[in-house]
């Protein structure tokens, strides 16, 4: 996110969202700046966060065929964040995925992008409070003891957070940087030793949708690529990686296949440990998987170590979701009222608003059970976010090829492979969230014109039109 003042939070785990981009070093000599190994870092750090901690019971409709998923998601993935790479490296100072892609279609594609984000961000919200609850519900089963307590639990935990972020960003980052640090070790701990209790017979059959194995892994992709938002976390700090043309790409890459890596492992293993009909109902799977190892009170810590991991992520989302909008109204393509900062120096308003929708689409699916209510949020925050995916695809092309027609030599076919990839993927990835999510998420994303023309109207001297 763009540096405003005051500085936002810590960077929330598992975010991949709007930045302002640092000014171009192509090549940083200081013994200070970001090497591959440090940036490496910075990729899996911001991309594991809370998503995989439920994503075991969504994926087990699936089966064995979601391993596949989780193949071909981080194949896309890859290209995504190489595109992210080659955009950062063009226009480093431009602002991220809406700003590319205003650059590259002009101000009502980059609001749609902007608007996408947004929706993206507190759909978000409601969706780790909801994978919150399930591993409260481990600790404490009254919070899980029905769908209205669940819905209830998770409505209470965004509004506590909330506050503590209306209070000042000083208090947000000190809950964020004490719950980062020990997000990991719950998956760790499952992938290194579940394997020992892994049952083949989990996997069979390998397909159990009844369906087409291709109609199985699509609709696997959605899903997995919730886990892999924030990709493009390298390219953030361009100013201070050494080598930046070589380290970003590489660090990219690297970064997207080890978590890809301990993504496939750690849900292989649950997957792998717990019974097929009892994963697909599990609030809490890796809880279950800890005690299926290690007896009940491993699976009470495992659950507390993933309970404050959400927690932890549901703080940066709720931060998140005020900042994108704030960025781009103070870019002049959001309502004003977004740009507006209480005198704690925070973003009351987009606050409020961001987190009264996530509580208001809890509400709308409190009817189903967590497992389903969870994947249903995902799906419509994943769909959010390949908008922007595939228009930042396309405006990689598009610029190469207008720089192209003014004497660049930047080589068409490694780009054409490129976004071809990533754009395909983004196609493959939409459909497979279904047709009530694409209609849902095409509604709310027909639902911004009218701000963009409001604000239009509002700031005449806004460029573009």
């Known amino acids: 996110l763009i540096r405003l003042s005051p500085p936002p939070a810590r960077e929330p785990v598992g975010c991949g969202r709007l930045r302002e981009m640092a000014t171009p070093n192509q090549g940083n000599p200081r013994a200070e700046a970001l090497g591959l190994w440090t940036l490496t870092a910075l990729v899996v750090g911001n991309m594991i966060g809370s998503g995989v901690f439920l994503l075991p019971a969504s994926l087990a409709p699936y089966g064995g065929a979601s391993f596949l998923g989780w193949v071909v998601t981080a194949g896309g993935s890859m290209a995504i964040g190489l595109v992210f790479a080659r955009l950062a490296r063009r226009m480093p100072a431009a602002g991220g995925p809406y700003a590319y892609t205003r650059e590259a279609f002009g101000d009502f594609a980059g609001f749609l992008v902007g608007w996408g984000y947004w929706i993206s961000s507190w759909s978000a919200v409601a969706a780790i409070a909801v994978a919150m609850v399930g591993y409260l519900g481990a600790l404490v089963p009254a919070a899980t003891a029905s769908p209205v307590a669940a819905a209830a639990s998770a409505i209470v935990a965004i509004v506590l957070l909330t506050a503590v972020n209306v209070a000042g960003v000083r208090q947000a980052g000190i809950v964020q940087l004490a719950t980062t640090v020990i997000k990991i070790l719950p998956l760790l701990a499952v992938a290194l030793f579940g394997l020992s209790r892994f049952e083949v017979s989990h996997f069979q059959p390998f397909n159990p949708t009844g369906g087409s194995l291709f109609a199985a892994v699509q609709g696997c992709l959605a899903l997995t690529l919730w886990a892999f938002l924030g990709l493009e976390a390298a390219t953030v700090p361009a100013g201070d990686v050494r080598d930046a043309r070589r380290t970003i790409p590489r660090a990219t890459l690297l970064g997207i296949g080890i978590a890809a890596t301990l993504y496939i492992v750690a849900t292989g293993a649950v997957m792998g440990m717990v019974p097929h009909e009892v994963l697909a109902t599990s609030t809490a799977p890796f809880a279950d998987a800890a005690r299926v190892l290690w007896g009940s009170g491993a699976g009470s810590l495992v659950a507390l ?161």
């Open 305 to 465: 170590g993933a309970f404050v991991s959400c927690f932890g992520a549901l703080n940066g989302w709720i931060l998140i979701a005020s900042q994108v909008p704030l960025a781009i109204a103070r870019h002049g393509l959001f309502p004003p009222a977004f740009a507006r900062l209480s005198p704690r120096g925070t973003p009351a308003f987009g606050l409020l608003l961001s987190s009264t929708l996530a509580c208001l689409l809890v509400i709308a699916n409190y009817t189903k059970a967590l497992v389903a209510m969870f994947t249903g949020m995902i799906l419509l925050s994943t769909l959010a976010s390949l908008i922007p995916f595939v228009f930042c695809a396309m405006a990689d092309l598009q610029i190469v090829v207008r720089e192209r027609t003014r004497g660049g030599r930047e080589p068409l076919g490694r780009t054409f492979g490129i976004t071809g990839i990533a754009f395909g993927y983004g196609l493959l990835a939409t459909a497979g969230a279904g047709q009530e999510t694409v209609f849902w998420g095409f509604l709310t994303l027909l639902c911004g014109i009218p701000f963009f023309i409001l604000t239009r109207w509002r700031n005449p001297s806004a460029n573009g039109v």
